[in-house]
């Protein structure tokens, strides 16, 4: 059996950036401006925190970067390739292959067992597991005796690990987290932080995460910060304390 260091980064070692924004702007229908020209670049193996008031841009930076809705303006690359200039049928492709995601609410198929489930993404890309990936992605999350039973069977935090195996089963260029921990307990929340730490750190994995909670940003090598759909400071490896001040001082700005 492979080793995690083995395994190496996840399949963007050559590319400079896992994600790229550049001059993104976003007007939805109606005239509100939720993105005002943003570039940004996420470098692979690193742990990005995107934070900001109610209203910010955070969504709908995270739906635009991950390639689930289009910019009005400018152009965002994943993995190198731009993926405006793409077909609907390949810029699907992209982002079912290189684009992982981890829900607040989890979104495990109810009916299916934890093994199904982490390995979904595959089957329905028509792909067979690489049986020492998974094995060494169900260790590293922890779920070796639960892959029989069925979501419903698991806690919050079993079950939110489960959802991170199965965004990782494909080796993605990117993960995307929304709001990962905010349906889990202090204790638990802080479980599921470690173990997108350990990803990072040890697997070489991407991840972006959008938080509301200072204490999980804080977790991140770098936190963006947004207001009214621009990413107003960059904090390299922020503290939640700082991260709590910055984002209550915009608040009252
Ligand atoms: N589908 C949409 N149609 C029109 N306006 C939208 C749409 N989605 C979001 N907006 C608006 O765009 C702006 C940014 O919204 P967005 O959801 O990206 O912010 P957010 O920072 O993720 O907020 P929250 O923290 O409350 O989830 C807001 O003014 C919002 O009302």
Same mark, same amino acid.
Do not use: C, F, K, N
């Given at each position: 059996m492979r080793t995690a260091a083995e395994y #190496?980064?996840? #399949? %963007? /070692?050559?590319? $400079?950036?896992?994600v790229a924004l550049e001059n993104v702007t976003k007007t939805y229908?109606?005239?509100? %401006? $939720? @993105?005002?020209d943003v570039s940004l670049a996420v470098r692979p193996g690193t742990f990005t925190a995107v934070m900001g008031p109610s209203g910010s841009g955070k969504s709908t930076l995270m739906h635009c970067a991950a390639g689930l809705d289009a910019p009005t303006e400018g152009t965002v690359h994943i993995d190198g390739t731009a993926? /405006?200039? @793409? /077909?609907e049928t390949h810029r699907t492709e992209l982002r079912r292959d290189r684009v992982g995601f981890v829900f607040q609410s989890y979104n495990l198929v109810p009916s299916l067992s934890i093994a199904d489930n982490i390995t979904l993404p595959l089957r329905l890309a028509g792909k067979r597991p690489d049986h020492d990936w998974l094995r060494l992605l169900v260790e590293r999350v922890g779920l070796e005796g639960r892959l %029989?039973?069925? &979501? $419903?069977? @698991?806690s919050g935090g079993q079950q939110q690990r489960a959802a991170i195996a199965r965004a990782l089963v494909s080796r993605p260029a990117v993960v995307f987290a929304d709001? &990962? %921990?905010?349906? @889990?307990d202090l204790r638990t929340a802080r479980e599921v932080l470690g173990l997108l730490r350990d990803l990072v750190a040890g697997l070489g994995q991407t991840v972006v995460m959008v938080t509301h909670d200072p204490a999980a940003a804080s977790r991140s090598d770098r936190a963006l910060v947004m207001a009214d759909g621009r990413v107003v400071d960059t904090l390299e490896s922020p503290t939640a304390a700082e991260l709590a001040h910055r984002i209550t001082t915009l608040e009252t700005e």
């Open positions: #190496g980064p996840p #399949g %963007t /070692s050559r590319q $400079a950036h896992a229908p109606g005239g509100v %401006t $939720a @993105l005002d993926i /405006s200039r @793409l /077909s %029989t039973h069925r &979501p $419903a069977e @698991l709001e &990962p %921990t905010g349906a @889990l």
